[in-house]
């Protein structure tokens, strides 16, 4: 199984043959890249789900599922439960710009009032 390998000086990520574990090679950029070991926990369950990637260095929901053979279903569901609440947001944002608008109100009557006397 391939290990992940990304490059500290520029972040790319690639995949060197297990056979480099514990080596060094040569990033895209130039810059030489310690191989880490195999995760003997990671490929253990890798066999076990027949994962084509290692699902521990999968960034969104999608990727996990790729990795591990899962269904897109389970991908969407993931992400539904992950996606940020709009409306507690809006509701704030809307509390605020009430509270903006009644502030200028509120000194606006008071620089007219001032005004007159």
């Known amino acids: 199984m391939p290990l992940s390998v ?3 000086h520029c972040g790319r990520r690639f995949e060197a043959a297990d056979t480099l574990a514990g080596q060094p090679v ?3 950029c130039g810059q030489v890249v310690q191989v880490g070991a195999a995760s003997a926990p990671v490929d253990f ?3 076990e789900l027949g994962a084509r990637d290692n699902p521990l260095l999968a960034e969104t929901p999608a990727e996990w599922a790729k990795a591990t053979g899962a269904p897109p279903e ?3 569901q993931i992400e539904k ?4 609440k709009l409306t507690s ?3 704030f944002m809307m509390a605020v710009t009430g ?6 109100l509120i000194i606006g009557l008071l620089a007219f009032w001032l005004g007159s006397h």
Do not use: D, H, Y
């Open 6 to 8: 990304q490059c500290p």
């Open 26 to 28: 040569k990033c895209a």
């Open 45 to 47: 369950f890798a066999e």
């Open 74 to 76: 389970i991908a969407a």
């Open 81 to 84: 439960r992950m996606a940020k």
């Open 89 to 91: 947001n809006s509701s």
């Open 99 to 104: 509270g903006v608008i009644a502030l200028m």
